[in-house]
């Protein structure tokens, strides 16, 4: 091992250039591999921690503008009540939006942050903990929300019995 060590030593202080142009392209080539390797497994665990995560897609939507064709994530309301009406293999649909930043407030506490729209059925589709509440109960009317337990901390100070809490 130590001979084949002093060899390969030798003819690479022998060929400099050379050495180095093949060291530089296997070091920018493994770089390349790992970078491609993290992306990919990153694409394929984006919301594997939901229960039914096989079964999750998601429907997106291509507007024509002045620019060209704009592909959106967000689709619009009668979308999700026709794919539910129009498609049998369709169980559950829900339509989101997210929408810009919003001022919440509670007694003195003004906090901007952002939000989404989602439909009635979200909270069944998506596996998320609740804290409180029915996830077969929420987001039934257009004056619901549901919050995270940091931004209930942040609110009002606390993050138990929030139902109700204007």
Known sequence: FKSYFKITWRYLWKNKTFSFI????????MACVLLIYLWVSDELSIDKFH???SRLFQVMENRVNADGILTSETTSGPMAKALKEDMPEVDLVASVYRSGEHIFSAGEHNIKTYGQYAGEDYFKIFSYPLLQGNKNHILMERNEIVISQSLARRLF??????IGKM
Do not use: P
């Open 22 to 29: 093949n060291l530089l392209g296997l070091a920018v080539g």
């Open 51 to 53: 229960k039914n995560d």
């Open 157 to 162: 100070g606390t993050s138990e019995n929030m």
